[in-house]
């Protein structure tokens, strides 16, 4: 299982004479139904078994595999190894002896690019505004010609042809403790194709104030919320997340411009 889930390399370009940081999303945290096979791959269990014990088929379990695993499933899945959800959805602190990823991971989550392989450079990716973002409803192309007026590209991801950027506001997004943090100015490329699985860092939008935010999608199998990681704000109940995710968080820039 994949447990680092941020990449974070610094680089220096022409374009961008100071030095900044360009970070990748790719699973954060790795999905409920990865770790869960994960902990039946340390109980000697094979796919099979592992439907035979939750009351399923395995084309159930194949399917999840192929999607995610349905909040409805996250209790009876996370009481099945004798977990918690919070452990099954990546949220809970690991348990002495467990560690969250490799050193460098947990030492700040800072690799650098010849860990990774960086994606080609792709299409231009608009900054749009948080107005805009707001105005989204997930169908229509976030950037008609010639109406952005700051553009960047992607450096490790490779966002749809709807992806679009924002500049992070305020500091409901600042870490106060260790983990990932997103501070004012942060760029943000968000990726409306991208499915909003729990432990997503997401752009939603209030449907009736048609205003846009950026939070963390959790659910604790039955509920979904949108979560700040800075405790001075409020977590929020929202109903099916489908309606109110615009997109999800597929890479970062803590420098700025990506």
């Known amino acids: 299982m994949k447990s680092l889930n941020i990449l974070c390399t610094s680089m220096s370009t022409q374009r961008v004479p100071k030095e900044l940081t360009t970070c990748l999303l790719w699973g954060m945290p790795d999905r409920p139904i990865d770790r869960a096979l994960e902990w039946a791959k340390a109980r000697g269990w094979d796919q099979s078994e592992f439907a035979e ?22 209790k009876q899945v996370a009481d099945l190894f004798g977990r918690t959800v919070d452990e099954l ?24 690019l010849e860990n990774a392989e960086r994606a080609d450079a792709g299409r231009p990716i608009p900054v749009i505004s948080w107005v805009q973002a707001g105005e989204l409803s997930g169908v229509e192309d976030p950037h008609p010609p010639g109406e952005a007026d700051e553009w960047v590209q992607a450096v490790h991801s490779r ?5 679009f950027a924002l500049r992070v506001v305020g500091d409901s997004m600042t870490n106060p403790v260790d983990g990932p ?24 939008k209030d449907i009736d104030t048609h205003k846009a935010s950026f939070k963390r999608l ?17 977590t929020r109940e929202i109903d099916d997340p489908a309606l109110r995710v615009i997109g999800v968080v597929v890479e970062f820039s803590l420098g700025g411009k990506v």
């Open 53 to 74: 014990r939750l009351g399923v088929d395995r084309a159930n379990v194949t399917n999840w595999k192929n999607r995610r695993l349905p909040p409805e499933r996250f």
């Open 89 to 112: 959805i990546g949220e809970a602190p690991a348990a002495a002896g467990q560690h969250a990823g490799p050193p460098e991971a947990r030492a700040g989550l800072v690799l650098s």
């Open 218 to 234: 959790m659910s604790d199998g039955l509920r979904w919320y949108l979560r700040p990681l800075n405790p001075a704000y409020p």
């Open 181 to 204: 943090s997103f501070p004012e100015g942060t760029i943000l490329i968000v990726d409306p194709e991208v499915a909003p699985d729990p432990g997503r860092f997401v752009i939603a």
């Open 159 to 163: 966002p749809g042809p709807r992806a």
